[in-house]
């Protein structure tokens, strides 16, 4: 069987799982990770590549005989580092910058949307030059709440849902006065706010054929019940019971088809994997966004579940050959909880030793998101720290196993949500 020299592209618990999961494959000769972290370290060998940098991760993958790409995170491929490779014929599994679009460009994503009659909100699009129209626009319509949204990619801090005038009128100079957030915003996106749950779903795509590989719901706020800031997301689990067999049915037929017919007739076909965010609204599920790689921590509750060799079916997507591919998960439910440094997502102290994390049971898994190695141990590096993942045969299991698996694990100012997947369970009898 032919074996693949395979490089990861990404640093977090995202990309953790994603080498824990490929080292698993048969297909799978050396795998490297462009930087990784300690997690991804005991799996594969860590390389620091500045991975902005592509000639730098082509002389490395002409040096090492890499013979695919796996990319991680959005920024490298919003930045069209699978053009800049498949130029040089290097297979890379990620979508191609027109096509990363999606999640690149917010004013792309609707326009798209409209255009192929896709269900989302109502939109209307403002240059930076025209916050005044956008502001009297936002005045003449007068309904509350109004989400306000950055084109551009700004690591989950660019969107703003405002419950009047006042807020709307201040949160517009904010934005402005923000040097990074101005940039991303230099389009904005007025937008109907949607009422309804929020769920996840996971597509992997060769352009032509796609299949949907599971769902999830994350927890994007800092605190309890959904309060407190924004965050890169505290926890998730899969799959979501608000997900009936007849909704995804719908999701497949309404959304997902005509999302890769679309790019396919803009000559952007989508190879990769394909985030679909969704609003299930009364009048059925519409989209929230777009993002062109797997969620982070929501990745960690999916792979664990997914049957199928990952590798070959990366293998398959960049060989068009996806037709041939059914996906399998497993029945378990999965809860992933995100262990973070107390301040985030504002300020807070690094460098913290962590205890512990040998003692977990051999059904938990322990992604590294933000840690550092220090004479033989492992401190915390950044705001999110480690994703601690369960499973169980209901829902309330995967979340008391994950949960009993955390209290082992510990580090000063250690915190995390003690909610995770609580809305899940309000859905299912098995309480
Ligand atoms: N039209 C909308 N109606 C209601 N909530 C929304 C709407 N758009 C965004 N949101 C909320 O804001 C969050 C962030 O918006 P999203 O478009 O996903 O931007 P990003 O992930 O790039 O920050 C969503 O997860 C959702 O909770
Ligand atoms: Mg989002």
Redesign the pocket.
């Known amino acids: 069987m032919d074996t693949y020299n395979v490089l990861l592209i990404g640093a977090g618990g995202r990309e953790h799982s994603i080498a824990w999961k490929i080292s698993q494959s048969e297909k799978l000769d050396k795998l490297y990770i462009a930087p990784g972290n300690p997690g991804t370290a005991k799996i594969g060998k860590n390389v620091p590549l500045d991975v902005s940098d592509f000639d730098k991760v082509y002389d490395f993958i002409e040096n090492k005989g890499i013979e695919l790409v796996v990319v991680g995170p959005e920024g490298p491929l919003v930045d069209g580092i699978t053009d800049f490779l498949r130029e040089r014929n290097i297979p890379v599994f990620g979508p191609e910058k027109n096509a990363a679009m999606l999640e690149g460009s917010k004013e792309f994503a609707k326009e798209f949307m409209v255009k192929y009659n896709i269900p989302t909100?109502d939109f209307a699009v403002f240059s930076s030059l025209d916050y005044d129209d956008a502001f009297k626009f936002i005045q003449l319509k007068d309904t509350y709440p109004i989400?306000l949204?950055a084109d551009g990619l700004?690591g989950?801090k660019?969107?703003f849902?405002c419950n009047s005038e006042e807020e709307v009128k201040s949160r517009l100079l904010a934005i402005k006065k923000d040097k990074t957030l101005s940039e991303a915003a230099s389009k904005l996106v007025v937008?109907?706010?949607?009422e309804g749950e929020?769920v996840s779903v996971f597509v992997i795509s060769d352009g032509h054929t796609s299949h949907i590989i599971h769902n999830a719901q994350d927890h994007?706020r800092i605190g309890d019940g959904d309060t407190g800031l924004n965050t890169g997301g505290m926890g998730a689990y899969s799959p979501a019971p608000i997900l009936t067999e007849d909704l995804l049915v719908r999701i497949q037929s309404e959304i997902i088809e005509p999302t890769i017919t679309g790019m396919q007739l803009e000559e952007s076909a989508y190879t990769g994997i394909l985030y679909v965010?969704l609003?299930i609204t009364e009048e059925g599920p519409k989209v929230?966004?777009y993002n062109c790689r797997f969620g982070d921590p929501e990745c960690q509750v999916i792979l664990p579940s997914l049957n199928n060799d990952l590798l070959d079916l990366i293998i398959a997507a960049t060989e068009q050959r996806l037709d041939e591919k059914s996906i399998q998960t497993d029945d378990k439910y999965r809860c992933c909880v995100v262990l973070a440094s107390e301040g985030y997502p504002v300020k807070y102290e690094k460098g913290k030793v962590i205890s512990g994390l040998d003692e977990t049971d051999e059904d938990i898994l322990v992604f590294h998101a933000g840690t550092t190695h220090k004479d033989g141990k492992i401190l915390t590096n950044s705001g999110r720290v480690l994703n601690v993942v369960g499973s169980g045969k209901t829902l309330r299991g995967a979340i008391e196993n994950t949960y009993e698996a955390v209290k082992k694990i510990n580090f000063e100012n250690c915190y995390f949500r003690k909610d995770i997947g609580h809305k899940g369970l309000k859905r299912v009898s098995n309480l």
């Open positions: 909100a989400v949204k700004a989950g660019g969107v849902i937008e109907e706010f949607m929020e994007k965010g609003m929230v966004e």
